[in-house]
T-cell receptor
Framework: GESVGLHLPTLSVQEGDNSIINCAYS??????FIWYKQESGKGPQFIID?????DKRQGQRVTVLLNKTVKHLSLQIAATQPGDSAVYFC????????FGAGTRLTVKP | DTAVSQTPKYLVTQMGNDKSIKCEQN?????MYWYKQDSKKFLKIMFS???????INETVPNRFSPKSPDKAHLNLHINSLELGDSAVYFC?????????????FGAGSRLTVL
């Protein structure tokens, strides 16, 4: 079946370093991909999306890269801060709104 | 004003009881969802309603019954609670953001079944 999944369940980085969170998908018909951030005790929150006709999109300290050839996208966080510690999810833009397993990012001071 | 609000935030109950979680959104969205998140943070979709009509019904025990009295509300009723029902339940509504369907989540309702 179609699925959205993540390669790494946990990621630990030093404050100030860059973080890269990866996601694999299988539905090549998806037109958008969305990243969510879930902080402890809260619901997931929208961070950034990328359209399938793009290969890169930049936000504030975050960059999404999309590689349709290998059905892979990544979320890069520059100069990671303690406030970036959270679980990150990627999701495909469809009616089902299914999520992958999530990656827990821990930022060490 | 909270965009998606769900109550209660915490719920502790005994096995076999019946409980409800309520959800309301003030975003004017047509589509709402219920998700279950387990201890490993896996978010599993349970139900989705579009304008009061059920459009997604995953393989969920029929002890779980969603009800949508209007498009701004989606409540979740659970009968005969079991230990395995312990989880955090998230309500969400879906709206458009630059062409993408983006979910706005509530803060979650942590259900503990003893």
């Amino acid at each position: 079946g179609e699925s959205v999944g993540l390669h790494l369940p946990t990621l630990s980085v030093q404050e100030g370093d860059n973080s890269i969170i990866n996601c694999a998908y299988s539905n090549s018909a998806s037109d958008y991909f969305i990243w969510y951030k879930q902080e402890s005790g809260k619901g997931p929150q929208f961070i950034i999306d990328i359209r399938s006709n793009m290969d890169k999109r930049q936000g504030q300290r975050v960059t999404v890269l999309l590689n349709k050839t290998v059905k892979h996208l990544s979320l890069q966080i520059a100069a990671t801060q303690p406030g970036d510690s959270a679980v990150y999810f990627c999701a495909e833009n469809n009616n089902d709104m299914r999520f992958g397993a999530g990656t827990r990012l821990t930022v060490k001071p | 004003d909270t965009a998606v609000s769900q109550t209660p935030k915490y719920l502790v109950t005994q096995m076999g009881n019946d409980k409800s979680i309520k959800c309301e959104q003030n975003l004017g969205h047509d589509t709402m969802y219920w998700y279950k998140q387990d201890s490993k943070k896996f978010l599993k979709i349970m139900f989705s309603y579009n304008n009061k009509e059920l459009i997604i019904n995953e393989t969920v025990p029929n002890r779980f019954s969603p009800k949508s009295p209007d498009k701004a509300h989606l409540n979740l009723h659970i009968n005969s609670l079991e230990l395995g029902d312990s989880a955090v339940y998230f309500c969400a509504s879906r709206g458009r953001h630059s062409g993408a369907n983006v979910l706005t989540f509530g803060a979650g309702s942590r259900l503990t079944v003893l």
